[in-house]
């Protein structure tokens, strides 16, 4: 699944790489939410910043926890922070956050089912299986809320990773799929799937959903280099910004979404700089539902 790589440089920040860039080695799943660490590749960001960044593809983010812990990876991208977070509090893991990825966006997000089904509203779900990428995570998380605050019942979650809902939905294995883009409007495109909820809706609006999580060991040890790592995301970010086409063309480069379906997709939004009063609505909603014990304030996790 993962290479491992080991980061462990004589001068205690980084290994080197090429023409004496210090190599960094990231997890990062085929999502939207990676959109400005690949651009950050592509346009020279990280190597004028003298990095080398090394990209290892996941279809979980949870897949990357054990390479990270051992430090066989430095970093993982476009992470679930629900995962992380969970890892943080039960002591397997000392998470630091590096830079946040994406937060919620009408429409980047979608409960979807069969043209056909007899599925017409959010109420219809209640006790039907709904397909999510990982269980007890950030989907289930945000739309129990919103079932909360509709006042219906919750569905039957089942795991199914994001480049097989499509599979799943056409099969009947499942009633309905919550999928994130690219993945919504190739499922929409391809299935001509019926929009039932929008999972970014109130009140999980804009809410934190995924970052680029480090440890505290590692951290403690290459700050000069995640200063950079951090420098060059954030000017993916501004060219994302200030010309979303650049998403939409990056996406079919490490996706397999088509140029087409690149062009209409919704994008989230990718936040400049790191907010921890926003990602604090997230673990604090983690604690309401039971999925942290106790609460984290995300100040103390940031990197800065």
Do not use: W
Not at 234 to 251: C, F, G
Not at 256 to 277: G, N, R, W, Y
């Amino acid at each position: 699944m993962l290479l491992a790589v080991t980061s462990c440089g004589d001068d205690g920040d980084s290994s080197s790489g090429p023409d004496g860039r210090k190599t960094v080695t990231v997890a990062a799943l085929p999502l939207v939410d990676c959109a400005a660490l690949y651009i950050a590749r592509d346009r020279g960001l990280f190597e004028k910043e003298g990095l080398d960044v090394r990209i290892q593809q996941i279809q979980q983010s949870l897949q990357a926890l054990p390479a990270l812990a051992k430090g066989q990876i430095d970093m993982v991208a476009s992470a679930n922070y629900v995962t992380y977070l969970q890892a943080h509090e039960q002591g397997t893991l000392d998470i630091r956050i590096v830079a946040e990825a994406i937060r919620a966006a009408p429409r980047m997000m979608d409960v979807l089912v069969p043209e056909d089904s007899d599925i017409k509203s959010i109420t219809d779900l209640a006790g039907r299986k709904l397909a999510v990428n990982v269980l007890n995570n950030v989907q289930s998380l945000t739309f129990d809320e919103i079932l909360e605050k509709q006042g219906v019942g919750e569905p039957v979650y089942r795991a199914i990773p994001f480049p097989q809902m499509g599979a799943a939905l056409d099969k009947g294995q499942v009633d309905a799929v919550h999928a994130v883009e690219p993945y919504d409007s190739a499922i929409q495109d391809e299935l001509k799937a019926r929009v039932l909820v929008d999972g970014a809706s109130a009140p999980v609006e804009a809410i934190p959903l995924s970052g680029y999580i480090s440890t505290g060991e590692y951290t403690e040890g290459h700050g000069e280099t995640l200063a950079a790592f951090q420098r060059a995301v954030r000017a993916a970010v501004e060219i994302a910004e200030q010309d979303p086409s650049v998403v939409r063309d990056t996406l079919p480069t490490y996706t397999k979404v088509t140029k087409e379906q690149a062009d209409s997709i919704d994008l989230p939004v990718f936040p400049p700089v790191m907010d921890a009063a926003q990602l604090t609505r997230l673990t604090d909603l983690m604690k309401k539902h039971g999925m942290l014990k106790k609460p984290i304030d995300p100040a103390t996790l940031l990197v800065k």
